[in-house]
């Protein structure tokens, strides 16, 4: 059974930066997926970002190109994700997700087994 623990959720000005982790325990990290997914009140949770095992491949939400970078550290057993020149319209309760498999259907929560409890990133204006 993997745990995921998220940190580095805060409040920040509209433009500024964050950076959340994402800390695995109880399987082989190297060896899972990995993703981010947001939920904004009163809206449907969606995919944000997500990074093969082998950290070499990361794939991104269109509204987040060039603004967030998704990353690990096998060795820490971690994932990050990277928010820059953050929007208030980011502003969600951010997820970071885990599977044995990463699939043709990576951006669908379904496609993820073990989640984590969540962080609240808030932008203002």
């Known amino acids: 059974q993997v745990q995921l623990v998220e940190s580095g959720g805060g409040l920040v000005q509209a433009g500024g930066s964050l950076r959340l982790s994402c800390a695995a325990s109880?399987?082989?990290?190297?060896?899972?997926?990995m993703g981010w997914f947001r939920q904004a009140p009163g809206k449907e949770r969606e995919f944000v970002a997500a990074i093969r095992p082998s950290g070499i491949n990361s794939i991104y939400e269109d509204s987040v190109k060039g603004r967030f970078t998704i990353s690990r550290d096998n060795a820490k057993n971690t994932v990050y994700l990277q928010m820059n020149s953050l929007k208030p319209e980011d502003t969600a309760v951010y997820y970071c997700?885990?599977?044995?498999?990463?699939?043709?259907?990576?951006?669908?929560?379904?496609?993820?087994?073990?989640w984590g409890q969540g962080t609240q990133v808030t932008v203002s204006s």
């Open positions: 109880g399987g082989t990290f190297r060896s899972l997926a």
């Open positions: 997700a885990a599977d044995a498999h990463f699939g043709p259907y990576y951006y669908r929560d379904y496609s993820y087994a073990y």
